[in-house]
């Protein structure tokens, strides 16, 4: 059983920064790409950035381009999301997911395993 486990949200000021991990237990292969979504209410999941199996491939949404930077420890099962100059718009519920493809994927419907989330609040 894949178990992914989100951490590093929190309240923050807009312009500061904040570095959101996800470690996956139960898999015995690092061979999975990982995206990190973000939902607010009402609203469709939507991807943020994503990373190939080996992490020398990475994408971005054009709003967070620039600003965030996914990264990941296969040693540790861990992939990271650097975000920084946040907005009141990156407000939302992060989720990180793992896909059984080596490639990044940016649809909700590519991946197989999601986190519960969790909560990234910038105050303006």
């Known amino acids: 059983q894949v178990q992914l486990v989100e951490s590093g949200g929190g309240l923050v000021q807009a312009g500061v920064s904040l570095s959101l991990s996800c470690t996956a237990s139960?898999?015995?292969?690092?061979?999975?790409?990982v995206g990190w979504f973000r939902r607010t209410p009402g609203k469709e999941r939507e991807f943020v950035a994503g990373?190939?199996?080996?992490?020398?491939?990475?994408f971005y949404a054009d709003s967070v381009k620039g600003r965030f930077t996914i990264s990941r420890d296969n040693a540790k099962n861990t992939v990271y999301l650097q975000m920084n100059s946040l907005k009141p718009w990156d407000t939302a519920n992060y989720y990180c997911?793992?896909?059984?493809?080596?490639?990044?994927?940016?649809?909700?419907?590519?991946?197989?395993?999601w986190g519960q989330g969790t909560l990234v609040t910038v105050s303006s």
């Open positions: 139960g898999r015995t292969s690092y061979y999975y790409a």
């Open positions: 990373i190939n199996w080996n992490g020398a491939s990475t």
């Open positions: 997911a793992i896909t059984n493809r080596a490639d990044v994927r940016t649809r909700p419907k590519d991946y197989d395993y």
